[in-house]
């Protein structure tokens, strides 16, 4: 494997790490601390938005992100052809 | 039956199902003792890292906890499954490739030097040890109220219990015990949450019955809101604008603590593949998250119960389990104005009742009226939760001594067999040493989560992160970093935190950010710390510069830890 295939390969591992990761930052530290209080001024159902996030909603939305990662590096694997046989 | 006998029954029951597991999954080399081999399917490795993850604290202490800090508590839930997002994306997989056993194995080679080796292996021994001695005093308090035995002999219970199937089985024996205790406690936490969910607001799912509505149509987030503001104790979900930073402090150094913490990044170790690797973080998570989003509601739930059943009701009309929980110290009223009747206000002066937050998870399914076998069940879930975190910081000690600091600094030549002698030897020792602290615990243990939450975020995270993801990161930058954090993060908790002697008050803190939140600057100042002095001092080697290239790319992971 050469080696511009190795740094394209790595470079779009670090395009989805920073994606993937603003959105970790947002959902805890931006919906969920950050901007709590103007979020909880909005109810859905008995909760208030901002203390949703920060008691329900961050832990979702990390459980998801992982497995989104985990699809697309699978993916990423394949396509650059440095999957494990 | 009594509560009494369904626990005798229930916990007898849990434990010989540890056994037997145990005696089926013993180990007999390094690498099954050390990696279980590394052919743990991610599934089971993801229950076995939930059931390391979640000690007694979070099973018992941190339902009661959120339930007095409402949105405070925020900080625990999110720190510590953030973390998790960290290690699958920034860690696990890496780590994985590199295949060997430990952390101070990645450090040591990443950064070429027996030094960084020995100072990853001492933080991992110091911050194992702090963590394991709660572990053994949570086990000691289980023991000592549930089967009424004196606190030393439920501590000497415990060690047996591990003793028997760390030493026997290695991470083999612990990785599976911990699945089954996995089972154990996660059923044990979620019973009685659905009761009392159904009880309260007729939703079975928890999650979604905490948003859900009274049998008087008001919504019960609000009930509880009015509740509290009623009594002095400020809104359950907002929070002081003072406090903003510190939830922002301590949050990020759980997340990052989590992601640094040596008995969790080992697990990682014990997979197949580097795909397995990310998939299981993913998994563990899940698992993680199945008790962690329960606990909010369990708390809302708990409150409220105890804020209607409590507040302004006469004395003598108080449930059982009042009276019984006052009799074990744990609740205690002072009728203060004399009327008879419980004031529960936020005001000190006024306040007629104390509560120890531990006993809202214990104390729930008697509050709730729960059948006699749930209560034993939640007693067998805290004992898990207790045992299965313990036995894994174990082997991070034994490994540690075993491996690290045996056969790759002391005697690189000894055989397998003499190895695997030692790590059983070390096992055993440090079961033991962990038993003895945790009966006469030292003074800090009340504080260990904060030091080792702490210590692990600014002396791990960010020397595994650059040797990942900067190349030119060298030895002497990962060493100054992470002596300089560590010491840093130490002196800070050590300063401002009473109970450990120090000297400091709240009004020094650095920013307003207290001692539990700490780790997060300490990070940093590694971080910082480390590129500077890096790009000031010749760039690693080259053939750690390939490495590092290699471990960016899955092709190739050899059966784990293939040396």
Redesign the interface.
Same mark, same amino acid.
């Given at each position: 494997?050469n080696n511009s295939t190795?740094q394209a390969? *790595?470079k779009k591992?670090l395009q989805y790490?920073i994606v993937?990761?603003a959105i *970790?930052f947002i959902v805890? @530290?931006g919906c969920?601390?950050?901007f709590? #209080?103007t979020l909880?001024t909005i109810k859905?159902?008995?909760?208030?938005l901002? @203390? *949703?996030f920060?008691? +329900?909603g961050?832990?979702?939305v990390?459980?998801i992100?992982?497995?989104v990662?985990?699809v697309l590096?699978?993916r990423l #694997?394949k396509a650059f #052809?440095? #999957?494990? +046989? | 039956m009594s509560v009494q006998t369904w626990t005798f029954l229930i916990v007898g029951a849990t434990f010989l199902l540890y056994i037997a597991v145990a005696i089926w999954a013993r180990a007999g080399s390094t690498k099954e003792f050390y990696v279980a081999g590394g052919g743990v399917s991610p599934l089971a490795n993801g229950m076995a890292t939930a059931a390391d993850w979640m000690s007694a604290a979070s099973y018992l202490s941190m339902a009661g906890l959120i339930s007095f800090m409402g949105y405070g508590g925020s900080q625990y839930l999110m720190g510590w499954t953030g973390g998790y997002v960290l290690l699958a994306l920034l860690l696990a997989p890496y780590l994985r490739k590199f295949g060997k056993f430990t952390v101070p194995d990645f450090i040591g080679e990443r950064y070429y030097s027996s030094q960084a080796r020995l100072v990853a292996l001492i933080c991992a021994i110091f911050v194992s040890f702090t963590y394991v001695v709660g572990q053994m005093k949570g086990v000691g308090v289980a023991f000592a109220r549930f089967l009424e035995v004196p606190f030393s002999t439920g501590i000497l219970i415990g060690i047996a219990i591990v003793f028997f199937y760390a030493v026997l089985g290695g991470m083999k024996g612990i990785t599976y015990t911990q699945v089954a205790q996995y089972c154990v406690l996660i059923f044990a936490f979620t019973v009685p949450a659905i009761f009392i969910s159904l009880q309260m607001v007729g939703n079975p799912i928890p999650q979604i019955g905490m948003g859900g509505t009274l049998s008087d149509g008001t919504y019960l987030l609000d009930k509880l809101n009015l509740l509290s503001e009623d009594l002095g104790f400020g809104s359950y979900t907002t929070s002081g604008m003072d406090d903003r930073i510190n939830v922002f402090f301590i949050t990020a150094a759980l997340m990052l603590g989590t992601a640094g913490l040596p008995h969790v990044i080992v697990r990682f170790f014990t997979v197949p593949k580097v795909r397995d690797a990310r998939k299981s973080a993913g998994y563990a998570l899940l698992f993680i998250a199945i008790l962690y989003t329960t606990a909010p509601a369990v708390a809302a739930f708990a409150r409220t119960n105890l804020l209607q059943t409590v507040s302004n009701t006469e004395y003598t009309e108080m449930p059982s389990w009042f009276k019984k929980w006052e009799g074990a110290e744990l609740i205690s009223f002072d009728d203060k104005n004399g009327d008879g009747r419980i004031q529960y206000v936020a005001d000190k002066t006024a306040n007629e009742l104390t509560i120890d937050r531990d006993i809202m998870v214990l104390a729930n399914p008697e509050i709730a009226n729960l059948p006699a076998w749930v209560i034993a069940l939640v007693v067998a879930g805290g004992l898990a939760a207790a045992l299965s975190t313990a036995a894994g910081l174990l082997l991070v000690i034994a490994t540690s001594i075993s491996h690290d600091l045996l056969k790759n600094y002391l005697r690189p030549n000894i055989s397998e067999k003499g190895e695997l002698l030692a790590a059983r030897i070390a096992i055993a020792v440090a079961v033991v040493g962990a038993g003895l602290a945790g009966m006469n615990p030292p003074g800090f243990v009340a504080q260990v989560v904060a030091l080792a939450f702490g210590l692990a975020a600014s002396s791990f995270f960010p020397a595994i992160i650059l040797g990942i993801f900067d190349k030119r990161m060298n030895k002497e930058g990962a060493i100054s970093g992470m002596i300089v954090g560590i010491v840093f993060t130490t002196i800070y908790i050590w300063y401002f935190k009473p109970q450990l002697g120090g000297p400091g008050t709240p009004d020094g803190y650095w920013f307003g950010i207290r001692p539990e939140g700490i780790g997060t600057l300490g990070m940093f100042i590694n971080l910082i710390v480390a590129l500077v002095v890096s790009r000031m001092t010749a760039p690693p080697p080259e053939s750690v510069q390939q490495m590092v290239e290699e471990i960016r790319i899955p092709r190739g992971a050899g059966k784990a830890a293939a040396h």
């Open positions: 494997m190795r390969y *790595w591992n790490l993937l990761l *970790w805890s @530290f969920g601390i950050l709590a #209080d909880n859905i159902g008995g909760f208030p901002g @203390f *949703w920060a008691q +329900q961050a832990i979702y990390f459980v992100l992982i497995f990662y985990v590096m699978n #694997d #052809d440095v #999957d494990e +046989q | -």
